[in-house]
């Protein structure tokens, strides 16, 4: 059974930064292609950057430049660094691996001051 367990949300003024981690049990991250979405209220959820099972990536034109999604195989964890961050980066992000098709519970950002 495929679980991914999301942290590192939370609270942070404009500007700042944070680090969500995504460790994943029953599945091998480091061959796996994960994402990392995100769901504002009232909004669809959207995909925010994506790695491949090899070393490839792909980032939402609206994080560009400011997220960076990895990996750490031997922690089985893959990782969003956001950094400069608006209020309109505000949502529920989720892992996801895209083979198995499995989610995340989601961590919540909140970009206010």
């Known amino acids: 059974q495929v679980q991914l367990v999301e942290s590192g949300g939370g609270l942070v003024q404009p500007g700042g930064s944070l680090r969500l981690s995504c460790v994943g049990s029953?599945?091998?991250?480091?061959?796996?292609?994960m994402g990392w979405y995100r769901q504002a209220p009232g909004k669809q959820r959207e995909l925010v950057a994506a790695?491949?099972?090899?070393?490839?990536?792909d980032y939402a034109d609206s994080v560009r430049g400011r997220f960076t999604i990895s990996r750490d195989s031997a922690k089985n964890t893959v990782f969003l660094q956001m950094s400069s961050l608006k209020p309109e980066d505000t949502a529920e992000y989720y892992c996801?691996?895209?083979?198995?098709?499995?989610w995340g519970q989601g961590t919540q950002v909140t970009v206010s001051s």
């Open positions: 996801y691996a895209f083979r198995e098709s499995v």
């Open positions: 790695i491949s099972s090899g070393t490839s990536t």
């Open positions: 029953g599945i091998i991250i480091s061959i796996s292609t």
